[in-house]
């Protein structure tokens, strides 16, 4: 089974610029999830889909970000424009449904954002 | 205000030794809680993970402990094995369902030969 695939896996922009990271979740998974991880730290959720809709993007800076993920299954993040605080590794997860109730969230390689 | 700690940055072992782990939270509405690992440029893997109705569970040679009085939980390694090095991410979640994660700053784990 395919996991979580992401790309790029890297980008390098300058700032002011857009940037866009895309992510297709393992198969069958609705829920999918984004999350940043700054140096040093643990990842944060950015926004998190049940399949098409967006249930919780309270933590996604809508100034300048913006996420899609037409037809509940590939999603993308989007940030115009890019500031250097953004530097950072952009993961995206998708999870199923375990005993008890439970979700285990399954990441893919991440994408390692410089803005410059 | 960081509501799952992992106070301990790094950690280093000889292989074969036990390793331990630690992770603390503050918030008390937290049912779920897991373990991943993370190599360098990979995304952090699922390892164990442990719901609020139990104190204790086992996989291999993975074993997690909650100990919800305390808010605490630790995850041993034993035997430990060079091929373990990595960073060590404890998460939790409240409610059944699908909800955020909400992780700890790591702790890098050293197995050594």
């Known amino acids: 089974e395919a996991g979580v695939v992401q790309s790029p896996r890297y980008k390098i922009i300058e700032k002011k610029q857009p940037v866009a990271f895309w992510c297709n979740p393992i198969s069958g998974h609705n829920t999918l999830y984004w999350y940043r991880q700054n140096l040093g730290q643990g990842p944060e959720l950015l926004i998190r889909?049940?399949?098409?809709?967006?249930?919780?993007d309270s933590q996604l800076p809508k100034d300048r970000f913006s996420a899609e993920r037409l037809k509940g299954v590939d999603s993308t993040l989007k940030i115009q424009p890019a500031e250097l605080g953004d530097s950072a590794v952009y993961l995206c997860a998708s999870s199923s449904r375990g005993s008890g109730n439970q979700e285990t969230q399954y990441f893919g390689p991440g994408t390692r954002l410089l803005v410059l | 205000d960081q509501q799952v700690k992992q106070n301990s940055p790094s950690l280093s072992v000889q292989e074969g030794r036990i390793s331990i782990l630690n992770c603390d939270y503050t918030?008390?509405?937290?049912?779920?809680f897991l373990w991943y690992k993370k190599y360098p440029a990979e995304g952090p893997t699922f390892l164990i993970s442990?719901?609020?109705?139990?104190d204790k569970n086992e996989d291999g040679r993975f074993t997690v402990f909650l100990n919800k009085s305390a808010k605490h939980l630790s995850l041993h390694i034993v035997p430990s094995q060079p091929g373990d090095s990595a960073v060590y991410f404890c998460a939790a979640s409240a409610g059944t369902g699908r909800r955020a994660l909400t992780f700890g700053s790591g702790t890098r784990l050293q197995v050594q030969p």
């Open positions: 918030n008390s509405m937290f049912d779920y």
């Open positions: 889909y049940e399949n098409e809709e967006a249930v919780d």
């Open positions: 442990i719901s609020s109705i139990k």
